[in-house]
């Protein structure tokens, strides 16, 4: 694959995590009420990048897990025989709380039933919210991110590249074309 453009570079992608994080607090505002929970795998330093966000700004710490949506997947006898599992880490309770799931791309989001489906079985939160880097347009369930960094519409042909340091060892986002 090729990459057709660059949508974020480093200090786009950081501007956006930070401003985030004030959406979050203004639409939130009992911050100690607040957890996060990246699907992995990127949405995990996202959501840690978010942390400190909220952590540099209201002084609160909130918690944050990494959940693994593998076997909520609906597709899952279509991408592996044997799938897989990261495990899932959550170490605190989200009875009672405001959770903000986090990912990098939304594409149909299949993966947000998933986490939501995976989050319900941990506890009865308050209110679930859904944090996307990047939405590209082609939802196939009545799912909408409450948190947008960026809404990219893409075809199908194209892919966007998150790509952090954590994981990639670069920050920016690309749309790759495919040859």
């Not at 995976?118 to 369930?141: K, N, Y």
């Not at 990219?152 to 495919?178: K, Q, W």
Request: overall charge negative; hydrophobic content about 40%.
């Amino acid at each position: 694959m090729k990459i057709k453009a660059e949508l974020m570079d480093e200090a786009a992608l950081s501007r956006t995590l930070i401003r985030i994080a004030h959406q979050i607090i203004e639409k939130n505002s009992v911050v100690e009420e607040l957890c996060l929970i990246g699907i992995r795998s990127r949405g995990v330093p996202l959501a840690k990048r978010i942390q400190k966000n909220i952590l540099d700004i209201t002084g609160v710490e909130v918690p944050v897990g990494a959940l693994d949506i593998t076997l909520y997947r609906d597709d899952l006898s279509t991408i592996a025989e044997k799938p897989v599992l990261s495990g899932t880490e959550v170490d605190f309770d989200v009875t009672g709380k405001t959770v903000v799931l986090v990912d990098d791309v939304i594409f149909t989001c299949r993966t947000a039933r998933a986490a939501m489906d995976a989050v319900t079985d941990l506890g009865r939160p308050a209110r679930i919210q859904l944090f996307c880097l990047i939405d590209r347009g082609h939802s196939e369930l009545p799912i909408k991110a409450t948190f947008v960094g960026k809404n990219i519409p893409t075809s199908h042909s194209e892919v966007v590249g998150v790509r952090l340091e954590e994981t990639d060892g670069e920050n920016r986002v690309v749309i790759l074309e495919r040859e």
